[in-house]
């Protein structure tokens, strides 16, 4: 039988609620069950996925190809040539004229136009990426755009379809899980795609009442609640100082076992276990 | 917006390659040239003693489905007045065909010309350009 590619976004509409650390090591997770994983990294922010997992050292070069090259249609040289290899995981990362993709591709649409032409600005990175056969050669795909609202974001929204939202259980967090329900729908329309949520995974988890009560409503809603993870401050805290992967950091850098450590560990795996069921099991 | 996994990007059945087309809503050629073309098109198969059931006789501006069919996309380097110069050629080009042209072609006929040494207009009518009033 032939398996569908896992392809999901990793969504948060405020940053800061572990969106790159959840996405790095749902990669990592799905590399040790021998899966081809892609990573890409879409965040010029400096402390993006890339960081985490050691690989953004020709994100300032801007002699460099990169995937803004290969949006616009103007690659400089293989799309393979951008993949770099952290903790068995494929990454594309993040380049500094990421900043910048709006306007590169604003142009490219104003110029595709000016010749009577049909280019959208936010199903490119879809074009490339079946260009360049990576639902083929890849078991899994995620994609960790900003959490701006913008053509990154859309790009990857467009090219995946299916998401993976990060909660932080405060009123702030709340509000973003309301904001995604803003969002997606105006995208499904203009872009002629459906979105699903594939889980909401609330995270730094401390269990008050609040707390307790926002999950129930999430659930109410409809969504899927796969994992939670308690408040794991220094774990991840750890992974951005080591540069690495939780798995990695817990058994390299820790000099003995702590047990609420290793459960996280074991509610990552799971919780990548249940993603990879969602393409696995027949819809 | 649902709970589970959206549609499969990558899947290849017509439908989503259709859908793809579709998704593509770039301010590009109006829906009423074209349906003016294919219009004009059926005038032609009517009327004109010359037309044959071969497509592959018809000029090329009545063989395409659509404005790119038959082209590849080269990127162009143009300076301002160039710009300038085909919008022009465009203008002029619709008011003596009384009709309206697609910039594309315009673009390649005044290539097309200046290699051949003749003029945008005579390229144009051969790919079936300004037949109407003819």
Redesign the interface.
């Known amino acids: 039988m032939w398996i569908a590619m896992l392809a999901f976004t990793t969504y948060s509409e405020a940053g800061g609620v572990g969106k790159s650390t959840l996405a790095a090591n749902l990669a990592v997770a799905d590399a040790r069950e021998g899966r081809d994983v892609l990573v890409i990294d879409l965040d010029p922010q400096e402390a993006s996925l890339s960081y985490l997992l050691d690989v953004d050292d020709d994100r300032d070069d801007s002699s460099a190809d990169s995937l803004v090259r290969h949006l616009v249609e103007r690659p400089r040289g293989e799309f393979d040539d951008l993949i770099r290899t952290s903790e068995g995981v494929d990454v594309l990362p993040a380049h500094n004229s990421l900043e910048m993709l709006a306007k590169h591709l604003q142009r490219r649409e104003e110029e595709a136009s000016d010749f009577g032409e049909n280019w959208n600005r936010n199903v490119q990175l879809l074009r490339v990426l079946r260009e360049n056969d990576v639902h083929e050669r890849y078991d899994t795909l995620i994609i960790d755009p900003p959490a701006t609202a913008d053509v990154k974001l859309y790009n990857a929204i467009h090219a995946t379809r299916s998401l993976v939202v990060p909660f932080e259980p405060s009123g702030k967090g709340f509000k973003s899980v309301d904001g995604l329900e803003d969002l997606v729908p105006g995208l499904e329309e203009n872009l002629d795609i459906n979105v699903g949520v594939l889980g909401i995974v609330p995270n730094n988890f401390s269990g008050t009442n609040d707390q307790q009560d926002m999950l129930g409503e999430i659930e109410s809603k409809g969504y899927d609640i796969p994992v939670v993870l308690n408040e794991r401050g220094s774990l991840f805290e750890g992974c951005w100082r080591q540069q690495c992967s939780a798995f990695r950091y817990v058994e390299e850098h820790r000099s003995r076992e702590r047990e609420y450590e290793r459960e996280t560990l074991e509610k990552l795996t799971e919780l990548a276990r249940e993603l990879r069921q969602t393409v696995e099991a027949p819809a | ?11 290849t059945e017509g439908s989503e390659d259709e ?2 087309v ?8 109006t829906p009423g040239l074209d349906e003016s073309r294919s219009e004009r098109e059926e005038d032609i198969k009517q009327t004109s003693p010359t037309t044959t059931e071969s497509a592959s006789e018809l000029p090329y501006k009545y063989r395409r489905d659509s ?2 069919d038959g082209r590849t ?1 080269q ?1 162009m380097f143009l300076q301002d007045e160039t ?1 300038s110069l085909i919008d022009e050629t465009v203008a002029e080009i619709e008011s003596q065909f009384d009709e309206s042209v ?3 072609d315009v ?1 390649e006929a005044m290539i097309v010309a200046g290699g051949e040494e003749t003029t945008p207009e005579a390229v144009l009518r051969r790919w079936g350009y300004g037949m109407k009033n003819s």
Do not use: I, W
Request: hydrophobic fraction near 25%.
């Open positions: 917006m649902k709970s589970g996994a959206g549609d499969d990007p990558f899947a859908d793809e579709e998704t593509d809503t770039g301010p590009a050629t404005v790119k996309q990127p710009e697609y910039k594309t673009v």
